[in-house]
């Protein structure tokens, strides 16, 4: 599980002036003690020295940088703000990273049309908080929001609490100004996102970095909603909480987030410094938030008690204030912070199951902790059957890092049974691509081939990542000296 | 405008006993009266007779006859209902027309998980009556939606008036069991769409029927709303309309639709079998409809009420019941048939501009249609800025047909001009290919060709679609004798 791979070939004296030419001084790291901070992201099993950093300020940077890097036949990297949780953003293979770090512009802001024309180095909540003067938001909100940057969301498509209700990057991105590996710029859709002909920002969002650079990222906005009410169910067991989801989703309501909290991560909070005061000998706690018109919330939160209270909930709180509804979400937001209490190391897994399948898979992920001796917390997007099972560990332990690995593989194979997927919202990246044959054919594969070639024919953005070995653009990843210039 | 291609060559006898073998007697058509009926879709400007109609019955049955047609090198084209107004569905060049007719099943029908499994020639609306039973709907819903296929919705990634709120096919298609031009079958995605590696459902959807054949199509179903409430604003000028529309955004409702009729329309509803009781002297209509939860849409109706009249809306209607709410809608819903009362043919445009530049556009559109003497009343999905003017002509007049292909490409012109495209939801397909070079650059159209070329590398999927001249695969569309077996 814990793989460092040998020092990455360093450039070549030419190359690194070319590259200091068009990025200044501060914008190339090509010291070891500085590559030492990108050798992984937030999927820390795994250590990857990039040979280069490059920190681009703007799309012709970007161009000129990747073209420099196609004419020398090396592969890059894009990284964003290395939240990314399957080890998108490794530089595997001796890859040059290109980091955005220096693209943090908002560069447009039209309220009137409720969009956005964004660098990919923005930070998520950046965004919300200046669409939020014109009572804006963006929508999608990882956990991850305060540090993860909008080209990190349309490689990953990423989702969030909220995505229940408002659907994640996908439906929120409606250009892109991308820079192709050879340093080709391309304006892709555009306005709204009913795109002319063959639907090209639809294949890159959520292509993980695999088809190029996105140096501008055009975006919609919506109303801030008028009023919000958020309310806590307790319960004495998961099936109850499990319930109580079915029976909101049954009633036509669709909350902004329902999210399940369970007894393991409720203990966890409770002992933590973020107290959010929910009783310790629950079952399942789960947080329930409407949003909308003002008038209307009343009635809605009214239905959404009433499915608590007859699924068996033992207590429902109301928040009547933003500061009671800070702490009902406290348990919820705080979970991942407080699980660092239990153990030093910690892999969210990331699956997304049929909502019906949920209590019985949760049964057995549960199972599978306890065979293997590895304390087992949950948090998810139950609206949605996407389940985030936290594996807690200590990495220093060999033996543990091996039942871990064991358990993680199983949780997988559990929700393939149960007819679900092994990515909800995190990726591929590193971490899973060797699973990719267990959920896609060989034709399904040889098919994700031909569209990453598509746009990246010699396979140079983000190599390693996605596909399986085997499947791939014809040139090796990061392969110096290939063949340069397009097959075709 | 008009234009009749040669007729195509014939298929050898051996090739016809070989489909017949699959297909059945019923399922291969040759004869060349029985053909004129598939010379064109709903875009009757154009028309194309196909060399052969083939009917298959499963998705085993699609394998089999694209790898016969493949093996001879002829290209095809796939049809659903032939509701298309693109002409995305010509047999141009001799290519054989693959029909979904036959393949009208619903084979699941999973209401717990809110999800259905169906044949691509299941027709919209009945998709929605069978989930009713169970409480549920298919939310997208284009204005054919009691003749046009899933299928047919798929390749062109149809919305309607209710995708305002509810978003349009490629929200809804989670998997696809497609056909690949040479007969291979793949299974695409699956499950709750967060797709896990390369996004090839996203790719698919509104491909264009350029892609291969999607045989089945797995989708999402959503709980019929609770309850609804319509509507209608009668206002003395176009640009109220338009305000209100604004205000009821800016309010932060989201209706499920919000469509306007202008005063051309009206009149023609009016002066039809269909009168819905508007006032002929108003200079717009607007459709104002909410849905969700009982309780809530009081307030909600209270509010789109209160903009329509600050807009300066001369009379509000609500709907009180069923009965009044499908009157309401009648002169929305029946606009295009009383139109027919106005002139013999009818190209309807379809383009979408930013919200904000309605009233300034739909004035120069007014300005086109009066300048060609060209009548032209407008129907339009206001909330998502998708115009639907439409030119009303006689198309035996060869001057007439000549001022309506002028107006119709200054009007796209103006769209393009105030940040739009030349395609909301009916695509492009045969119709506006040349147009692409308006509004995509060169490297765009070669990246929309690679990425065609990853499904279909030798251009045998509905040829002569969506990219202009210049631009495809690298053999020649349906030539025969062409080079079999993938170039890679």
Redesign the interface.
């Known amino acids: 599980m814990t793989s460092v791979a040998a020092s990455a070939p360093p450039l070549d004296q030419s190359l690194v002036r070319r590259i200091r030419s068009v990025v200044g001084a501060e914008g190339l790291f090509i010291d070891p003690d500085q590559l030492l901070v990108y050798e992984s992201d937030a999927l820390t099993q795994y250590r990857h020295p990039p040979s280069a950093v490059v920190l681009p300020r703007t799309t012709e940077e970007v161009s000129l940088v990747l073209a420099l890097l196609h004419a020398e036949g090396r592969a890059f990297v894009p990284r964003g703000a290395g939240t990314g949780l399957s080890g998108g953003a490794l530089a595997v293979g001796g890859s040059v990273l290109v980091g955005t770090a220096r693209m943090n512009r908002i560069l447009e802001l039209d309220s ?2 409720r ?1 956005a024309r964004v660098q990919p180095g923005v930070v998520n909540s950046d965004l919300t908080r200046a669409a939020l003067l014109q009572g804006l938001i963006y929508a999608p909100d990882p956990s991850s929001q305060s540090a993860c940057t909008m080209g990190g969301n349309v490689a990953e ?1 990423s ?1 969030g609490p909220h995505c229940l209700k408002y ?2 990057t ?2 929120y991105v409606t250009g892109l100004t991308v820079v ?1 590996p050879d340093g ?5 859709g ?3 996102r ?7 920002v ?2 890159f ?4 970095g ?1 088809f190029g650079i996105a140096a501008e990222i055009e975006l919609t906005l919506i ?4 009023g919000v009410r958020t309310l806590l169910g307790i319960f004495d067991s998961m099936e109850q909480a499990g319930r109580a989801v079915t029976d909101i ?6 909350p902004a987030a329902l999210e399940i909290i369970d007894s393991e991560t409720i203990r966890a909070v409770e002992a933590s410094i973020f107290a959010a005061g929910y009783p310790t000998d629950a079952g399942a706690a789960l947080v329930v938030e409407v949003d ?6 009343d ?2 939160v ?2 959404a008690r009433a499915c608590c209270l007859s699924a068996g909930a033992r207590e429902v709180r109301i928040a009547t204030n933003a500061e009671e509804r800070l702490a009902l979400w406290r348990g919820r937001k705080k979970a991942f912070g407080a699980m660092g209490r239990l153990a030093p190391d910690l892999l969210v897994q990331d699956a ?5 399948r949920l209590p019985e898979v949760l049964r057995q992920v549960g199972e599978i902790g306890r065979r293997h001796g590895i304390l087992v917390a949950n948090v998810f997007h139950a609206g ?3 389940l985030h099972p936290n594996l807690l560990f200590d990495r220093r332990d060999p033996d543990q890092v091996k039942k871990v690995e064991a358990a993680s593989k199983e949780i997988m194979e559990v929700c393939i049974r149960a ?7 995190h990726g ?1 990246g590193f971490d ?1 691509r060797a699973h ?1 044959p267990l ?3 060989h ?3 040889r ?2 081939a ?6 990246d024919p010699l396979g140079r953005s983000n190599p390693g990542k ?2 399986p070995d085997g499947y791939g653009p ?1 040139s090796g990843a990061g392969a110096r000296g290939a063949e340069v210039g397009r ?2």
């Open positions: 009137e049309n969009r498509n989702g659907g994640v996908n439906r192709l080709e710029v391309v304006e892709l555009g306005l709204e009913e795109p002319e002909g063959l639907d090209l639809g294949a969002v959520g292509s993980e695999c109303p801030e909603s008028e989703m049954a009633r036509g309501l669709l909308g018109v003002d008038a209307a919330l009635a809605e009214a239905i997304t199951v049929p909502r019906t949605d059957g996407n007819g679900g997927t092994i990515t909800g919202e591929v899973k990719m959920v896609c054919s034709e399904v594969l098919a994700m031909r569209l990453k070639e598509a746009f996605v596909l014809r097959g075709t």
